[in-house]
């Protein structure tokens, strides 16, 4: 008796914040437990019947109290610590309203709603950093052959990535390869095309997430001399 008497003093000296204690059920519907939390842990409560009032705190969960609404409002919101620090529910919560479901509430409430992105920001991009596979035209050293590669960027050395303003065709960037070799047996692969535009769409499918980059289409095969076609002959018949 005397314990709980120096525990209730030294709550009425001490307490900021309500203290509330509840019978919860276990995750997997099984038992009701006591719990106990402070008010600031809640985020709203909520009428369920005229006898029956729901507690919903900021995490989602939500405890049904056999109490009138306006009864329990005025338990939480209005207490007076200094006389009741403590708001025992034990003998109104758990299996007495077993069958009773706090329904969810409008999007209204802060807690519901998933923040809204500011204006003028960017989407915000998933943390991920997955291995890219990229699809390229790989252009022979000094020639004008041309073979489409597969290749990871888990397996190119980025720091010895070079660009070069005077290939063959133009702009063209030069990828090391860690292991393997490239479509003509080299350990270097020449794309043609700009570093800079090369490392933009890259950063760009990283940030993105992408599993696939085709560059193709940039690096393909392009005749610098705009030469004609050969004329085409007409099939033999017979």
Same mark, same amino acid.
């Given at each position: 008796?005397?314990?709980?008497?120096?525990?209730?003093?030294?709550?009425?000296?001490?307490?900021?914040?309500?203290?509330?204690?509840?019978?919860?059920?276990?995750?997997?519907?099984?038992?009701?437990?006591?719990?106990?939390?402070?008010?600031?842990?809640?985020?709203?409560?909520?009428?369920?019947?005229?006898?029956?009032?729901?507690?919903?705190?900021?995490?989602?969960?939500?405890?049904?109290?056999?109490?009138?609404?306006?009864?329990?409002?005025?338990?939480?919101?209005?207490?007076?610590?200094?006389?009741?620090?403590?708001?025992?529910?034990?003998?109104?919560?758990?299996?007495?309203?077993?069958?009773?479901?706090?329904?969810?509430?409008?999007?209204?409430?802060?807690?519901?709603?998933?923040?809204?992105?500011?204006?003028?920001? /960017?989407?915000?991009? /998933?943390?991920?950093?997955?291995?890219?596979?990229?699809?390229?035209?790989?252009?022979?050293?000094?020639?004008?052959?041309?073979?489409?590669?597969?290749?990871?960027?888990?397996?190119?050395?980025?720091?010895?990535?070079?660009?070069?303003?005077?290939?063959?065709?133009?702009?063209?960037?030069?990828?090391?390869?860690?292991?393997?070799?490239?479509?003509?047996?080299?350990?270097?692969?020449?794309?043609?095309?700009?570093? /800079?535009?090369?490392?933009?769409?890259?950063?760009?499918?990283?940030?993105?997430?992408?599993?696939?980059?085709?560059?193709?289409?940039?690096?393909?095969?392009?005749?610098?001399?705009?030469?004609?076609?050969?004329?085409?002959?007409?099939?033999?018949?017979?």
């Amino acid at each position: 008796m005397a314990e709980g008497f120096k525990l209730h003093k030294r709550l009425t000296a001490e307490a900021e914040d309500l203290i509330i204690r509840a019978n919860v059920q276990d995750a997997d519907g099984g038992a009701f437990r006591a719990a106990t939390f402070e008010k600031s842990r809640i985020d709203y409560i909520t009428e369920v019947t005229p006898e029956i009032s729901g507690i919903v705190l900021k995490t989602g969960a939500r405890i049904a109290v056999a109490m009138p609404h306006a009864e329990l409002e005025k338990k939480i919101y209005f207490a007076d610590l200094s006389e009741q620090p403590v708001l025992d529910l034990r003998e109104r919560t758990g299996a007495i309203v077993k069958e009773a479901s706090v329904p969810a509430a409008s999007r209204d409430f802060a807690a519901a709603v998933e923040p809204e992105q500011p204006k003028g920001f /960017p989407e915000k991009k /998933p943390f991920v950093d997955k291995p890219l596979k990229m699809a390229v035209f790989v252009r022979q050293a000094s020639q004008q052959n041309f073979q489409m590669f597969f290749v990871m960027d888990t397996n190119i050395d980025w720091s010895g990535v070079t660009g070069d303003d005077n290939g063959l065709n133009g702009k063209m960037t030069k990828l090391p390869l860690r292991y393997g070799k490239g479509p003509f047996g080299e350990t270097e692969v020449i794309i043609d095309m700009p570093r /800079p535009a090369f490392m933009e769409i890259y950063n760009k499918a990283k940030l993105d997430g992408l599993d696939e980059l085709d560059l193709r289409d940039w690096t393909r095969r392009r005749d610098p001399d705009k030469n004609k076609p050969p004329p085409r002959r007409a099939p033999e018949l017979g």
